[in-house]
T-cell receptor, first 114, second 113 residues
């Protein structure tokens, strides 16, 4: 069975400082991992994906994530937070054992202080 | 490019009334289609998915049903809404190939009175 744990339910950062959102996963087989962002009353937007290619994945809006198999982690980072980054972020895993259905983390709410 | 449309964006319905939410995808053929519900302060729950016309898989026994009358159209329905059906409903699509990401619509906010 696959699952995802987002280690922080809420992260608060100052504008211009780095952002780190932590995610650990559990998967029996080679997983695919994704980060999505959701702004209020909007759908989920794909930030980046890992599908067994390079372990350091670059996404949109300056975000990147590193897949670490030994630590079963897929943490999301951004060097400098912008006010528009305030949103909820979901770490998601899928693998072939569950017909590639998505398993979502509980989400991390990011607030950005001016 | 591919796009996904959901409507309506918001809906307020009385308990016991019927429901029909529609989702359409443009720019791709034979997508896998999904309906999710997101309750306030909670994660996403997969309700239904479809790998082709007329093929519906249900993930959670409930008051809702889904249909796929056309290749790129996915409909979520209910004959009689319950208070517990309130939430944010999201439609998503992906190609039929294994590990590709899902792409989400903007959702429908459903409030039951």
């Amino acid at each position: 069975a696959q699952s995802v744990t987002q280690l922080d339910s809420h992260v608060s950062v100052s504008e211009g400082t780095p952002v780190l959102l932590r995610c650990n996963y559990s998967s029996s087989y080679s997983p695919s991992l994704f980060w999505y962002v959701q702004h209020p009353n909007k759908g989920l937007q794909l930030l980046l994906k890992y599908t067994s290619a390079a372990t350091l994945v670059k996404g949109i809006n300056g975000f990147e994530a590193e897949f670490k198999k030994s630590e079963t982690s897929f943490h999301l980072t951004k060097p400098s937070a912008h006010m528009s980054d305030a949103a909820e972020y979901f770490c998601v895993v899928s693998d072939s054992t569950n017909d590639y259905k998505l398993s979502f983390g509980a989400g991390t709410t990011v607030t950005v202080r001016a | 490019s591919q796009t996904i449309h959901q409507w309506p964006a918001t809906l307020v319905q009385p308990v016991g009334s019927p429901l029909s939410l529609e989702c359409t995808v443009e720019g791709t053929s034979n997508p896998n289609l999904y309906w999710y519900r997101q309750a306030a302060g909670r994660g996403l729950q997969l309700l239904f998915y479809s790998v082709g016309i007329g093929q519906i898989s249900s993930e959670v026994p409930q008051n809702l049903s889904a249909s796929r009358p056309q290749d790129r159209q996915f409909i979520l329905s209910s004959k009689k809404l319950l208070l517990s059906d309130s939430g944010f409903y999201l439609c998503a699509w992906t190609t039929g190939f294994g590990n590709q990401p899902q792409h989400f619509g903007d959702g429908t906010r459903l409030s039951i009175l």
